[in-house]
T-cell receptor, first 114, second 112 residues
Framework: KAGVTQTPRYLIKTRGQQVTLSCSPISGHRSVSWYQQTPGQGLQFLFEYFSETQRNKGNFPGRFSGRQFSNSRSEMNVSTLELGDSALYLC?????????????FGPGTRLTVL | TQLLEQSPQFLSIQEGENLTVYCNSSSVFSSLQWYRQEPGEGPVLLVTVVTGGEVKKLKRLTFQFGDARKDSSLHITAAQTGDTGLYLCAGASPGNTGKLIFGQGTTLQVKP
């Protein structure tokens, strides 16, 4: 089975711009979770989508949003970028049936905001 | 707020030595997962433990889940240079779907 794929792998933006990141989960996985990883804060949960519905949300401002399509692919959008949004953005997929489903991560998108 | 405290944060040892990494919390988790991450890549799942007191072995790596499902440990026997990397523990809460609480990570350097 192919693993989780994320595009693009690297992105450079300037403050105030917006960005869209894409994630394709493992075939058959219906849940996609997004995380932000920074050296200071580690990995922090952004949100989770299951069957095209946001099922869980972390403590991030409304500038961070996402969606999931009928084929389980997911996108994450960050509007009005700030310097502090520079991070590795990771998506993870799982079967999604319950809370202890194992999550499998993609390689991440490295976002740099100048 | 659920927290997972992971220790130590940094570990530098010689090849052949043993080491243990700890993850502790005051919260109960339905499962706990251990990952290893290389620079610039996503975390790779090593193991998932779900039952209190459970012990799982993966070659030279031994994972244990505490009886109360609040803590876990990773023990590496006879470390090799290929074990170098960032080790992360992550807990899943009952009913909290899709969300993992991560520890801060342990950066392990194994010197030849």
């Amino acid at each position: 089975k192919a693993g989780v794929t994320q595009t693009p792998r690297y992105l450079i933006k300037t403050r105030g711009q917006q960005v869209t990141l894409s994630c394709s989960p493992i075939s058959g996985h219906r849940s996609v979770s997004w995380y932000q990883q920074t050296p200071g804060q580690g990995l922090q949960f952004l949100f989770e989508y299951f069957s095209e519905t946001q099922r869980n949300k972390g403590n991030f401002p409304g500038r961070f949003s996402g969606r999931q399509f009928s084929n389980s692919r997911s996108e994450m959008n960050v509007s009005t970028l700030e310097l502090g949004d520079s991070a590795l953005y990771l998506c993870a997929s799982s079967l999604g049936g319950n809370s202890y489903n194992e999550q499998f991560f993609g390689p991440g998108t490295r976002l740099t905001v100048l | 707020t659920q927290l997972l405290e992971q220790s130590p944060q940094f570990l530098s040892i010689q090849e052949g030595e043993n080491l243990t990494v700890y993850c502790n919390s005051s919260s109960v988790f339905s499962s706990l997962q251990w990952y290893r991450q290389e620079p610039g890549e996503g975390p790779v799942l090593l193991v998932t433990v779900v039952t209190g007191g459970e012990v799982k072995k993966l070659k030279r790596l031994t994972f244990q889940f505490g009886d109360a499902r609040k803590d876990s440990s990773l023990h590496i026997t006879a470390a090799q240079t290929g074990d170098t990397g960032l080790y992360l523990c992550a807990g899943a809460s009952p009913g909290n779907t899709g969300k993992l609480i991560f520890g801060q990570g342990t950066t392990l350097q194994v010197k030849p």
